[in-house]
């Protein structure tokens, strides 16, 4: 059943990375004749690859469940490949509405890197620890994924407005801040890259070091540019030379997993910057302006209003996963409604996030690139409490 999984997951992957293949077709070309048509066949195309990627999905979220015996939204593994399911999910219920074929160029990217950073994680088959043993786990995490991911949509959305609108001014800070987002998710990917890249290779380390009084070893999977601070090398694979970190992590980092954290972060920053100097290279234009042609002819107000009416029906559905049903099960399991742990407090910052959004699209009129410049924000707070809060801020949710 595992190599059932393990395949299957597979085989979602690749069918993904082909409907985002036949979607960037469908965009890609000069304005001809008989482009309308080309549209049309090739998004036909890409929409039953996703159809069937969803599908091996699904196959896959099934027999997880059969091996596990729970909801497999239990670990940061699981959770992160339930949201790829959730935002093409979300993807295909918006396509059908308003059949924006530019809308999948952009979103199977987003799920592709999504499920690749899934696959960073330990996939371990665990026991539920207690704590999780409830229906409300499906509840209350399968909504807030499934929110997650249709606000997801509702990002990319917003993104594809702002490049059809700045990616090409080569001044002013709407095009400056663009470029920052886009080089940020270089980043992200040069950190996915890292870890998949040196895992294959089967690269280890391992570190001791003291804390709290005791000592501890820390392994790394990638080469430890920064190790903990007064640490010891007990194994060090050779990377370029590299037989000890070249630096220490500081002082005052003192959990366990700081500075491995740290050296995740440098590689993908270092990695991003890499990409993004070989794409300035070879491009000779920023990857915004690189962007730009591709969907410049795209209705702006058709994608402006696919990004608010993406973001208007995650938000109920958000309201009620994370965060009253959330409030239900910590009263059941906890005996309060809110303690202010880490990710509760990150739940309502996004929940209050996006009600300002709605409130000021509908009451002071907010459209066009203040409106999208608001739902990029709303999905980075997601994504900084789905990374940040869930691996480095301790609480009672730091089994995710």
């Not at 036949?22 to 996703?50: C, H, L, M, P, Y």
């Not at 992160?80 to 809308?103: D, G, P, Q």
């Not at 070879?282 to 042609?293: D, E, G, M």
């Amino acid at each position: 059943m595992e190599r059932l999984m393990e395949n299957l997951l597979l085989f979602t992957f690749i069918l993904y990375l082909c409907a985002f293949i036949a979607f960037a077709i469908a965009i890609s070309g000069k304005k001809i004749k008989d482009q309308k048509k080309k549209e049309r066949r090739w998004g036909n195309i890409a929409i039953g690859v996703t159809i069937a990627g969803v599908a091996c999905h699904l196959a896959f979220t099934i027999t997880r469940i059969l091996v596990t015996g729970h909801f497999p939204t239990s670990n940061m593994f699981e959770f992160t490949t339930f949201l790829c399911f959730a935002i093409v999910l979300a993807f295909i219920v918006i396509f059908f509405i308003y059949r924006s074929v530019v809308l999948g160029a952009f979103a199977m990217p987003l799920a592709l890197i999504i499920l690749a950073y899934a696959a960073v994680f330990p996939r371990e088959v665990q026991p539920l620890i207690p704590a999780l043993q409830s229906y409300w786990l499906v509840i209350h995490v399968g909504l807030t994924a499934l929110a997650s991911g249709m606000f997801a949509v509702g990002f990319v959305a917003g993104l594809i407005y702002l490049i059809n609108q700045v990616g090409n001014q080569k001044q002013g800070r709407n095009g400056f801040f663009l470029e920052i987002i886009l080089l940020a998710t270089l980043m992200f990917v040069g950190f996915i890259f890292t870890n998949l890249i040196s895992s294959s290779m089967g690269y280890e380390a391992q570190i001791a070091h003291i804390v709290d009084g005791e000592q501890q070893v820390q392994s790394y999977e990638i080469p430890p540019l920064v190790g903990p601070a007064d640490g010891q090398v007990q194994k060090m694979t050779p990377f370029l030379g590299l037989d000890k970190p070249l630096m220490e992590a500081p002082a005052w980092m003192k959990g366990h997993e700081s500075a491995k954290l740290l050296n995740s972060t440098l590689w993908g920053i270092l990695v991003g910057l890499l990409l993004y100097g070989l794409i300035r290279l070879i491009a000779r234009k920023r990857i915004s302006s690189l962007l730009h042609p591709l969907i410049k002819d795209w209705n702006p107000e058709l994608i402006d209003e696919i990004s608010y009416r993406s973001t208007a029906i995650a938000f109920p559905i958000f309201t009620l996963g994370a965060l009253i049903f959330a409030m239900i099960w910590a009263h059941e399991a906890w005996g309060r409604f809110w303690g202010w742990d880490p990710k509760e407090v990150w739940a309502l910052i996004t929940w209050l996030f996006y009600s300002a959004y709605l409130h000021l699209r509908l009451s002071r009129g907010w459209h066009g690139i203040r409106s999208a410049w608001l739902v990029v924000g709303g999905f980075l707070v997601i994504m900084f409490n789905q990374i940040f809060i869930n691996l480095v801020v301790s609480g009672l949710h730091s089994y995710a």
